[in-house]
């Protein structure tokens, strides 16, 4: 019974930290790596499957993903490294200039008929602070609301 209070009391305190703008539901780890290297001198990819939810059904989205600090939520920095855009076909696109707007800095996902998507994500890291040894990266992702560039959602 203590655990169980003392759980609900530390989600409660820090409830604020899963605001609206990188949001801690509708993105769900199926497999990611429990560490990824840091420092720019082994940047390994970090690759992860994951599947978002609550989206409209049978809708095509632009997306970059990153890896964020649990100071980053709750804002509308998306985090840091270089992502590999991986397409539902396979093939994948890096980019050190993730953006919504430009070509070949995004990639696209369809939903399917729920409302989901389940896809390979990938990042690289950076030599950015947040990929410094002993930090806690969180995957996070950054989704168009139409197609046109504008940050609908922010979900880690």
Do not use: H
């Not at 790596?33 to 095509?60: C, D, H």
């Amino acid at each position: 019974m203590r655990k169980f209070l003392l759980l609900f009391f530390v989600c409660f305190l820090t409830s604020d930290l899963f605001s609206q703008n990188l949001t801690q539901s509708n993105f769900i780890s199926v497999m990611c790596p429990q560490y990824m290297s840091s420092g720019t001198n082994t940047r390994l990819p970090v690759v992860f499957r994951a599947s978002i939810i609550g989206l409209a059904p049978n809708t095509t989205y632009r997306y970059f993903n990153q890896g964020a600090l649990y100071t980053d939520l709750g804002t509308t920095n998306p985090g840091a490294g270089n992502p590999m855009l991986i397409s539902s076909s396979g093939n994948y696109t890096y980019t050190t200039s993730p953006s919504l707007s430009t070509s070949g800095n995004y990639e696209t996902f369809t939903t399917d008929a729920t409302g989901r998507y389940t896809g390979w994500f990938a990042l690289v890291n950076t030599g950015n602070a947040r990929f410094t040894p002993g930090n806690y990266i969180i995957p996070s992702i950054v989704i168009d609301s139409a197609g046109n560039g504008v940050v609908k959602y922010r979900y880690a």
